[in-house]
Nanobody, 112 residues
Framework: QVQLVESGGGLVQPGGSLTLSCAAS????????MSWYRQAPGKGREFVAS????????RYADSVKGRFTISRDNSKNTVYLQMNSLKPEDTAVYYC?????WGQGTQVTVSS
């Protein structure tokens, strides 16, 4: 079955950086667009970024454009989210999505 395992979250100060990883298994990773979503406390889950099968097409939410970078390594069945210039409003649980499945999420907290 589809398994998606996120890692890399944590506490970071405003202006700092984090890189999230999502290790996928149970499906042919290289044939699926992969996405990151996030859910802040008291809010709905929102789209953050997506990457097509071989990385030729990238999409970002307006709120993260220019600060976040999505990438993937099909040889490792892993998708990444490099997050720079983090803001307190980026605080959320970040989820990986692919092949119709969701990961368990990883907490990102941006606070001084």
């Amino acid at each position: 079955q589809v398994q998606l395992v996120e890692s890399g979250g944590g506490l970071v100060q405003p202006g700092g950086s984090l890189t999230l990883s999502c290790a996928a298994s149970g499906f042919t990773f290289s044939t699926y667009t992969m996405s990151w979503y996030r859910q802040a406390p008291g809010k709905g889950r929102e789209f953050v970024a997506s990457i097509s099968t071989f990385g030729g097409s990238l999409r970002y939410a307006d709120s993260v454009k220019g600060r976040f970078t999505i990438s993937r390594d099909n040889s490792k069945n892993t998708v990444y989210l490099q997050m720079n210039s983090l803001k307190p409003e980026d605080t959320a649980v970040y989820y990986c999505r692919g092949s119709g499945g969701w990961g368990q999420g990883t907490q990102v907290t941006v606070s001084s």
